[in-house]
């Protein structure tokens, strides 16, 4: 959008007046209630754990408290790749990456049963994530100290007690001699050290990759097309406009706040400064259209089958109410495949989408127009889904799973181990970033993942601008199957230690509005 400041967006498109309050509130009430105000300017390092958890006590959710307990673990730390903050990168490995010095002698050991790390590819269980994205960026400096930046790759094995175990970590791309791969037979020191290396990229890709681009950038672009091109009683302007409540007023919020010169993550984190847009720029030249279908993700990735990958059981139900409201509506006042082709309006509508998002590129996999029903319903349902669902699974969890520090940092300070045998406790406290920049860090988690007090659940507005009586009975029928996915899912959690609950539709929101 082309706006200086949220008080140059139109009126409509503006906070209600409740949200707008609860923003300023928010704001000038966060420190003193986290109880971090006089933390703010404090640039010290930190000298022992007990202190990152007495600062952050007032952060501390259920789930974050068995994040801090368990995030040293190795069953954890794979855990993260599936139900975390950031469960969009982890793939099949069916070969390993010539850029990843791992050979079987390596890991052979670390494999149950002695099986071989080629029969464990071939049977489906070897995984792997790879920052490739961050590769050659600058690490910013904060508090005139430089930061690191490490784009590492990780191989993971599923073993027989369904755990996704990491057993190779290679912190930077190119395998050269400074560049080692560890693994778990290496100091627990050392070992500890690259998951944190790792754990600090998730951070700096699911900010701005998994988060930002991906659900506020796209429902913005979406959002802009739809009011640019459909006059308000077209039926896909009235199914379309609840998902978009609120969205350009966040984003130029965010740009202020959170991305410009001074802001939170531009000012306090490692991919802050001229990180941020060099990242950014490499992250939407790689966006496909497969990205952003949760059904075709899954499957390119490799992780239809993958055990206890809740994220992507409770998307793909998810996926399919919305698929199947939409399609219905789609199917009502679009007869057949001819209405399509002929709706100047709609084919304006994707042409905005396609040209101002710049994603006409053949190996994006983007349509440049519309042909069909079928073909219609399938892009809406994905607009909707990363308006509400997507978003919702990567901004729920942060407080949960970045609410401990150690888990996610920000940045770190110290350089990537370069050989083994010189990490320790110390040198990782002296890595994690100083008391202000995780202050700063964690106000910002909270107040993204903060409750609104207008909060309108999905589906919450979905007859809002309907006056049919099909098209409303749909929507009823939509609200219906989305509470029975809330029960299922309510009804699952009670036997996990770690609960998914960032895809119940009763806290998932219409639009991306924090």
Known sequence: MKADGVTSLPAEDRFSISRATDMIVTFSEALLELGLESFWFLQQRWSCFHQIHQLCLKTRTPVCRLVEQFWREDWFFGHQFLNGANPTLIR??????????????????????????????????MFVVDYQLLDG?????????????????????????????PIAIQLK??????????????LKADWLTAKTFVRSADFADHELRSHFLRTH??????????LRSFPMVHPLYKLLIPHFRFT????????QLLLSNGGLLQEYTAVGGAATLEFLRKA????????????????GRGMDAVPGYYYRDDGLRLWDIIHRYVEGVVSYYY??????????????????IIVFGRLGDVKKGFPKSFTSVSELAYFVTMVIFNASAQHAAVNNAQLDYFGWMPNAPVGLQRPPPASRGHCSELSLLDSFPDVNSTVHGLTTIYLLSKEPADFVPLGGSAEQHFTEVIPREMAARFRCDLKRLTCDIRARNVGLTLPYVYLDPASVEDSVTR
């Not at 950038?217 to 739809?226: C, D, K, Q, R």
């Open 137 to 165: 960026l600058t690490a910013n400096t904060v508090n005139r100290k430089q930061n690191y930046l490490t784009a590492p790759i990780v191989l993971l094995h599923l073993n027989s007690n369904y755990q996704l175990l």
């Open 248 to 255: 350009l007023e966040i984003d130029a919020l965010a740009r």
């Open 217 to 226: 950038v796209m429902s913005e672009l979406f959002a802009m097309a739809t």
């Open 173 to 186: 791309q190119s395998p050269v001699e400074s560049n080692p791969v560890f693994s778990p037979k290496d």
């Open 92 to 125: 099949r490995c069916t070969e390993i990456p010539p850029k990843l010095a791992v050979t079987e002698e390596m890991v052979g050991a670390l494999l149950e049963g002695g099986v071989s790390l080629h029969q464990e590819m071939e049977r489906g269980n």
């Open 284 to 299: 939407s030249a790689s966006l496909t259209y497969q990205d952003l279908c949760l059904p075709d993700d899954i499957t």
């Open 335 to 352: 007869h057949g495949d001819d209405d399509v082709i002929r709706d100047s309006e709609l084919q304006s509508w994707i042409n905005e």
